[in-house]
T-cell receptor, first 115, second 112 residues
């Protein structure tokens, strides 16, 4: 299950299950959203992105859903594998040309996949 | 190829030392970034370079000094650091125009 508290939210699933990782973003003017995966000892790795004029985007085994009404972003991982175990960060980019692509990261969610 | 290479992978330094972190990319990206990441926290932006010019300094202490000698290289010079500066330092680059930042594996820095 998922828990939120003083520590990073965590999600534990069994191999083969579908995983849903949630993210609440703060800036209604954000134009672009990105999901990153960070494995232990590595830098964040790009997974999938979505523009604010879209509701859904699918990749290989991953789907991102965007609900602008409630400022909510989710990442769905199908048939989760042990190699998916990592910390997942959502990030938003504000609209406008002066931000130099500055990312605002969410707090992250630890996904643990049990064989 | 979306590779950003950071060296060294690990660095231990005393508070009186001077050291440098290096970041390299050959993707033709003209935006490059330095981030600091503490354990179990998201990356925190430190500096942004756009077309080899410093565009954003997020009020970083002067003991951190960035340098962008050319479009492929980004350095972070370290001097008189404090133990609380121990962290993972990440470099990223982005195609311009573009939105996705590609990160290196980071340098794990320990200040004794």
């Amino acid at each position: 299950g998922e828990s939120v508290g003083l520590h990073l939210p965590t999600l534990s699933v069994q191999e083969g299950d579908n995983s849903i990782i949630n993210c609440a973003y703060s800036n209604s003017a954000s134009d672009y959203f990105i999901w990153y995966k960070q494995e232990s000892g590595k830098g964040p790795q790009f997974i999938i992105d979505i523009r604010s004029n879209m509701d859904k985007r699918q990749g290989q085994r991953v789907t991102v859903l965007l609900n602008k009404t409630v400022k909510h972003l989710s990442l769905q991982i199908a048939a989760t594998q042990p190699g998916d175990s990592a910390v997942y960060f959502c990030a938003e980019i504000p609209a406008g040309g002066t931000s130099y692509g500055k990312l605002t990261f969410g707090q992250g969610t630890i996904l643990t996949v049990h064989p | 190829d979306t590779e950003v290479t950071q060296t060294p992978k690990h660095l231990v330094m005393g508070m009186t030392n001077k050291k440098s972190l290096k970041c390299e990319q050959h993707m033709g990206h003209r935006a490059m970034y330095w981030y600091k990441q503490k354990a179990k926290k998201p990356p925190e932006l430190m500096f942004v370079y756009s077309y080899e010019k410093l565009s954003i300094n997020e009020s970083v202490p002067s003991r951190f000094s960035p340098e962008c000698p050319n479009s492929s290289l980004l350095n972070l010079h370290l001097h008189a650091l404090q133990p609380e500066d121990s962290a993972l330092y990440l470099c990223a680059s982005r195609r311009t125009p573009g939105t996705i930042q590609y990160f290196g594996a980071g340098t794990r820095l320990s200040v004794l």
